[in-house]
């Protein structure tokens, strides 16, 4: 498999550091409000190159880790804090608010089949090893301590910006909007290993360590825990594209100055999913989540499937056009596929064959969109319904669609629709065939005509109740 990676900025071999095992990391959710679906385009992405390992043979071990540790909203060390933030809107403590949020993104994680990683480990769990680490690294000499704090000396590297070119000038610390010079550091880059001195009075979680009552940190959560159940050496990081500096870069620094030597090969990132006004982002309070979509009657897979039809690493624009578009193309493949005819045998030359494309798209680092070009490919190949349907089955073990089990509800929902006897009361029979109307006049975003439905109905005592399943109602 070739696969781009953000150190070299070339597609490169995938060769893992063990023969046949892959160790993967993954950075986590700051559980201080909901995933936003530009988050899940970063965790679904990251899904598929997890699953099309373990297609391709590998044996995969992902660790992700669950930031409840309080950051900070600027990576400059100031602004709010972010956990804080969060405790304060709802009146809740920071513990109650991170493991609010850490069930809501495992239920996002589920509806979008995103695999759960073998190990998640939240960052309050892991402090004493962040000291330990630390302690290390100020022995080792690339760690100062400064007014209270314990700093990372970037001088002390022979490369720290290892994703981009930047120069020092080039941060302009002080410059930036909202961030302030800290006067602490030896060089701008140097970033803060441990807090003793909060800005913020109110700080709920502090612990002890050698240099006072604190707290750790963001970049050195990933490290340690990464170390900690992947050992010194890691296949393959990944994050968002925004993660890539500070956090990977610093990340980076730390792990190659504790370790003594290289360690992780790979740096995968994905692009933004942007909305017209821009990125979408969880600080600025107002984004979309995928209970909003289910409430708007999108099935998860749609947006799924709108994720795969694009690149990793081409930033991606949602508009509702687009995810209407996306549910209208999904629709139809469902149904082309409920058409398969179940009976008779696989035809091994043929499954070969298309199996040997989809291999080849996600072999190209991982090229979703001609995967799923793949699935169409299948569909119109010259072979019977069976052999269509075990390599539907074979290629969704990667892409996790749901395809036969969508086709196969569909068929069992037209089944069902069929032997229901018509109801022998008019009255009843025109409910049924306006709730059929109202449906129809909502596919074609008729809300007027839907609304005027509803309103009808209501008068004469009948309350219309929508549901995931469908709509049902309720006699006066
Ligand atoms: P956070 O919960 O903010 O730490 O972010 C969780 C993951 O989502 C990280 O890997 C981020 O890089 C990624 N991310 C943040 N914003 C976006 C976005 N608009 N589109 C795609 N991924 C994002
Ligand atoms: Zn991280």
């Given at each position: 498999m070739y696969l781009y990676n953000s150190l070299t900025k070339t597609k490169d071999e995938f060769v893992p550091h063990e023969p046949g095992k892959v160790s993967m990391y993954t950075c986590g959710p700051t559980v201080y409000h909901f995933a936003h679906i530009g988050n899940l385009r970063t965790y679904i992405m990251e899904d598929i190159l997890d699953r099309y390992l373990r297609y391709s043979g590998y044996d995969v071990t992902r660790v992700m880790n669950i930031t409840d540790v309080g950051h900070l909203t600027s990576d400059a060390d100031t602004g709010e804090d972010k956990m804080l933030k969060g405790a304060k809107r709802e009146k809740k403590t920071v513990m109650e608010i991170a493991q609010f949020y850490t069930d809501k993104f495992f239920e996002d994680c589920n509806a979008l089949n995103i695999r759960r990683p073998e190990v998640v480990e939240p960052a309050t769990g892991c402090i004493d090893e962040f000291i330990r680490v630390i302690e290390s690294l100020i022995e080792k000499g690339y760690a100062y301590e400064a007014g209270g704090n314990i700093y990372f000396d970037?001088?002390?590297?022979?490369?720290?910006?290892v994703f981009h070119n930047f120069e020092e000038e080039d941060l302009a610390v002080g410059v930036r909007e909202g961030v302030e010079e800290d006067g602490n550091k030896r060089n701008k880059a140097d970033f803060v290993?441990?807090?003793?001195?909060?800005?913020?009075?109110?700080?709920?979680l502090k612990w002890n360590s050698p240099w006072g009552v604190g707290y750790p940190g963001w970049h050195i959560e990933c490290s340690c825990i990464s170390m900690k159940h992947l050992g010194g050496h890691l296949d393959i990081h990944c994050g968002g594209i925004d993660n890539a500096f500070p956090h990977h870069t610093n990340e980076i620094a730390q792990s190659e100055a504790y370790l003594g030597h290289k360690w992780c090969n790979w740096w995968v990132h994905v692009l933004h999913l942007n909305t017209n006004s821009g990125k979408m982002s969880k600080s600025k309070g107002e984004f979309l989540t995928v209970s909003l979509l289910m409430d708007k009657g999108y099935d998860p897979m749609v947006y799924r499937f709108f994720c795969l039809q694009s690149h990793y690493r081409k930033s991606l624009v949602f508009s509702w056009e687009n995810m209407d578009n996306a549910k209208v193309a999904f629709n139809k493949l469902i149904a082309r596929i409920a058409t398969l005819e179940k009976d008779g045998e696989v035809d091994g030359a043929v499954f070969a064959e298309q199996k040997a494309s989809f291999v080849k798209a996600l072999d190209n680092d991982l090229n979703t969109s001609l995967a799923v070009t793949a699935v169409y490919d299948v569909l119109k190949a010259k072979t019977n319904g069976a052999t269509k349907r075990a390599l539907l089955a074979d290629f969704d073990t990667v892409l996790c669609l749901d395809l036969l089990a969508h086709a196969d509800a569909l068929n069992a929902e037209k089944n069902a629709e069929a032997e229901k006897p018509a109801s022998d009361d008019p009255f009843i029979r025109e409910i049924e065939e306006l709730i059929e109307a109202r449906k129809t006049a909502k596919k074609e975003k008729n809300y007027a005509e839907a609304d005027r439905i509803r309103a009808y109905l209501a008068d004469k005592g009948v309350t219309l109740v929508d549901t995931k399943e469908g709509t049902t109602y309720k006699l006066d």
């Open positions: 970037t001088s002390k590297l022979e490369q720290y910006y290993l441990w807090f003793t001195k909060s800005k913020f009075d109110d700080q709920e």
